[in-house]
């Protein structure tokens, strides 16, 4: 289905039993202009071929703060900050309660949650500004790079679903310096810095991105309602789960009587997941700037192909790490819980409730 090698404490830390803490504030959604015409990440001499020709889209974003970030100066610039990169066809919502799981966890960071271009509010389609072709893996790290640069934000680390993982290795990558001014950890869930691809069903079809793109680009609009999507994509082989999960993706229609239509940019999407299986990152992994560090989780449990061309075993004889997560392709829904352990030694000192708390964590 669609969608780092970590600064380690001293000894094992204890698994914890979480407790609801309370919650930390969210800002406003605010739709983040990105003004400049280029970005001022890559050096002259970086030796990155990247396609120029797209420029950088405005993106809708959402600060998510911890109790103790939420009480720092609004000038302090050094809050430590995440990025979380959605995945194809998803949109920020689907990372925010892992977000808040993070900033409870670690009180004094923040998260920045992003629609991607042709994604969630970022879309054209949704009221927002759109993003000008082509549509590109490159393209997409480009806007998120440009909007840190708008928003003075140097995060210290990028954690990417999926398609997410490919961009936030590409926003690694277009910083175009030989070492960083200070560590940045990279965190790649379940997908690979090369060649890619999904599985799904006996025959490998049932489920792809691109055979679901595909026949979402074929549906009619209106859609005359989210039962009716479920049962033409169910019609055509997808899963249940899958069709309900592209009811998500719904907004009124202006001609109104309850029609539907789509709230993201189906073509820009396509030729963003072209680029997502052709894209190829391996060179960051073999010379990463000073610095960054590399991270993937594997989920064991996914339909997602880990064995192409013996690309986990390259990736460890590189010097960077693969953690597996019982988990299937969506590890921050269906095992958020030890998701959250393999990254948090990355996040620092964890807060003391929870560490010593009895509770179970429920949200």
């Known amino acids: 289905?669609?969608?780092?090698?970590?600064?380690?404490?001293?000894?094992?830390?204890?698994?914890?039993?979480?407790?609801?803490?309370?919650?930390?504030?969210?800002?406003?959604?605010?739709?983040?202009?990105?003004?400049?015409?280029?970005?001022?990440?890559?050096?002259?001499?970086?030796?990155?071929?990247?396609?120029?020709?797209?420029?950088?889209?405005?993106?809708?974003?959402?600060?998510?703060?911890?109790?103790?970030?939420?009480?720092?100066?609004?000038?302090?610039?050094?809050?430590?900050?995440?990025?979380?990169?959605?995945?194809?066809?998803?949109?920020?919502?689907?990372?925010?309660?892992?977000?808040?799981?993070?900033?409870?966890?670690?009180?004094?960071?923040?998260?920045?949650?992003?629609?991607?271009?042709?994604?969630?509010?970022?879309?054209?389609?949704?009221?927002?500004?759109?993003?000008?072709?082509?549509?590109?893996?490159?393209?997409?790290?480009?806007?998120?790079?440009?909007?840190?640069?708008?928003?003075?934000?140097?995060?210290?680390?990028?954690?990417?679903?999926?398609?997410?993982?490919?961009?936030?290795?590409?926003?690694?990558?277009?910083?175009?310096?030989?070492?960083?001014?200070?560590?940045?950890?990279?965190?790649?869930?379940?997908t690979l810095p090369g060649e890619v691809r999904a599985g799904g069903g006996v025959d490998g079809t049932a489920d792809h991105p691109a055979n679901l793109i595909a026949a979402l680009q074929s549906l009619p609009t209106p859609i005359a309602s989210r039962a009716a999507l479920i049962d033409a994509l169910a019609a055509r082989g997808f899963s249940l789960p899958v069709s309900r999960w592209m009811t998500t993706n719904l907004r009124p229609h202006e001609a109104g009587g309850g029609a539907l239509t789509w709230s993201f940019d189906l073509d820009g999407i396509a030729d963003l997941y072209r680029s997502y299986e052709s894209t190829c990152l391996w060179d960051l992994l073999e010379a990463p700037p000073q610095g960054l560090r590399v991270d993937f989780v594997r989920a064991t449990r996914s339909t997602f192909r880990w064995d192409v061309g013996g690309a986990e075993g390259r990736i460890a004889g590189l010097g960077h790490r693969v953690h597996a997560l019982e988990a299937g392709h969506w590890v921050h829904t269906e095992n958020p819980g030890g998701l959250f352990e393999i990254l948090a030694p990355t996040f620092g000192v964890r807060d003391l409730h929870m560490q010593k708390s009895t509770v179970p964590f429920a949200r």
């Not at 210290?156 to 997410?164: A, D, K, T």
Request: proline share 8%.
């Open 1 to 190: 289905m669609i969608g780092a090698r970590g600064l380690s404490l001293a000894g094992h830390l204890p698994q914890p039993r979480l407790v609801q803490p309370r919650r930390p504030r969210t800002s406003a959604r605010v739709t983040c202009q990105a003004g400049a015409p280029a970005l001022q990440y890559a050096t002259a001499g970086a030796a990155v071929a990247l396609d120029a020709a797209a420029p950088p889209a405005p993106l809708s974003c959402e600060l998510v703060q911890g109790n103790l970030a939420r009480f720092s100066s609004v000038r302090d610039r050094n809050i430590p900050t995440a990025v979380l990169v959605h995945g194809i066809l998803g949109s920020r919502r689907n990372l925010q309660s892992f977000a808040h799981m993070i900033v409870e966890g670690f009180p004094s960071w923040q998260v920045l949650l992003v629609d991607l271009r042709c994604h969630g509010e970022s879309a054209a389609a949704a009221g927002g500004p759109g993003a000008a072709g082509p549509h590109t893996v490159d393209a997409a790290a480009r806007d998120v790079l440009e909007l840190l640069r708008e928003r003075r934000m140097f995060p210290q680390m990028l954690i990417g679903h999926s398609f997410g993982g490919k961009v936030v290795m590409s926003m690694a990558r277009q910083f175009g310096v030989s070492s960083l001014p200070r560590p940045v950890q990279v965190w790649v869930l379940d």
